[in-house]
């Protein structure tokens, strides 16, 4: 019987293991809304990826959730249509959907109602530019050329450039210009454990090269200032529209990580109930890996008990309706206890499978 399943288990693993690659279908269509949390990435070893890599980051605290719709362009302010729905006079900038950004505004300098215009087909993801009232006065900049996120299909050892470039004027005050230089390495691929998630991923890295150019119309004078370099790091998978993580750096140093956490969408083809009013543990028997999900009043800490009661893991301080993925990696096969101390009447029995 433990050969059968440790045959099962090595198809699986040599199914789930598989080298995926990513398309114009894998990126979003408007009506869609992503919706993420922020964590903290600063403990991430970016150097460690390669094929048929396994990255664990199943114990991510989540924090604050942020959303980005992808919202039609004919739903855009009108007069910032006038390149990016435009198919006669400018074909290659029709953009297939808009995604809302943030207001900016420094000293006599204010941008609002800000929109970024996406295209998406079979050669690549693209930034095709952006709309935004500035200073009041509405206004619409193509990226000349445009930004190309990814090219396509991607896979993993696929290295491409690509350079981009836009400017704005603000009458009577100062003309603002960026360059842009995208250098994209798909450097990995394999496994990706988050905290409610499991999914297989290319992971891609981004090095961006930027040099801004302002003008003073006041004082008739301009510089260019090199910003630090920024890099976004990537994990990509199919059908999910935007990263499932990305954490990116700025002169070295992590700026943002967004990452993907939905209770709903957990990947292990078990269902899983909007509200529970014990823990669960899933899969059960389990291989390398299972889950144990907290009620949304419940936290504390897990213990996992061997057949003599000799405890074999230990996780401390399981946030409140937490999923917290426990590695099964070396444990011998057999029937171990999982006991929450958060609920001492709480316990099950978990079948682990060689």
């Known amino acids: 019987m433990r050969n059968t399943l440790l045959l099962t288990a090595l198809l699986l693993s040599s199914v789930a293991s598989a080298q995926i690659t990513v398309g114009e279908d894998d990126m979003p269509s408007s009506g869609d809304t992503i919706r993420l949390r922020t964590g903290d990435g600063s403990g991430i070893a970016f150097d460690q990826t390669g094929p048929d890599h396994v990255w664990d980051f199943g114990d991510m605290l989540p924090q604050a959730e942020v959303a980005d719709t992808a919202v039609t362009v004919g739903s855009t302010p009108f007069l910032y249509q006038f390149f990016f729905n435009n198919g006669i006079l400018y074909p290659a900038y029709v953009a297939d959907y808009a995604v809302k950004g943030i207001n900016i505004g420094f000293q006599q300098v204010s941008l609002s109602e800000v929109y970024d215009y996406f295209r998406a087909d079979a050669d690549g993801f693209r930034n095709v530019g952006f709309g935004a009232n500035v200073n009041g006065l509405p206004t619409s900049v193509r990226r000349q050329p445009v930004d190309v996120i990814h090219q396509f299909p991607m896979n993993y050892g696929d290295e491409d450039s690509s350079a981009s470039a836009f400017n704005v004027s603000i009458p009577t005050l100062a003309y603002f210009g960026q360059d842009q230089m995208r250098h994209n390495y798909v450097d990995g691929w394999g496994t990706l454990y988050l905290p409610a998630d499991t999914f297989e991923v290319l992971r891609v890295r981004s090095v961006l090269a930027r040099t801004d150019t302002i003008f003073v119309e006041q004082f008739g004078i ?5 910003e630090p370099e920024t890099v976004e790091y990537k994990w990509i998978a199919q059908g999910m529209d935007l990263p499932v993580l ?9 700026t943002t990580t967004r990452f993907h956490y939905s209770l709903e969408d957990i990947t292990t083809g078990v269902g899983v109930e909007s509200v529970i009013e014990t823990p669960e543990v899933f899969p059960n028997p389990a291989y390398d890996h299972t889950m144990v999900r907290l009620p949304q009043n419940v936290g504390g800490a897990i213990h996992v008990l061997d057949a003599s009661g000799r405890e074999v ?8 309706g937490a999923v917290q993925r426990l590695d099964l990696t070396g444990m011998a096969a057999g029937t171990y206890t999982v006991r929450m101390v958060g609920l001492p009447e709480w316990s099950t029995k978990l079948v682990v499978t060689e």
């Open 222 to 226: 301009g510089f260019r200032l090199p």
């Open 246 to 254: 990305q954490v990116t750096t700025v002169g070295g140093v992590v």
């Open 313 to 320: 893991l230990h996780v401390p301080g399981i946030g409140r």
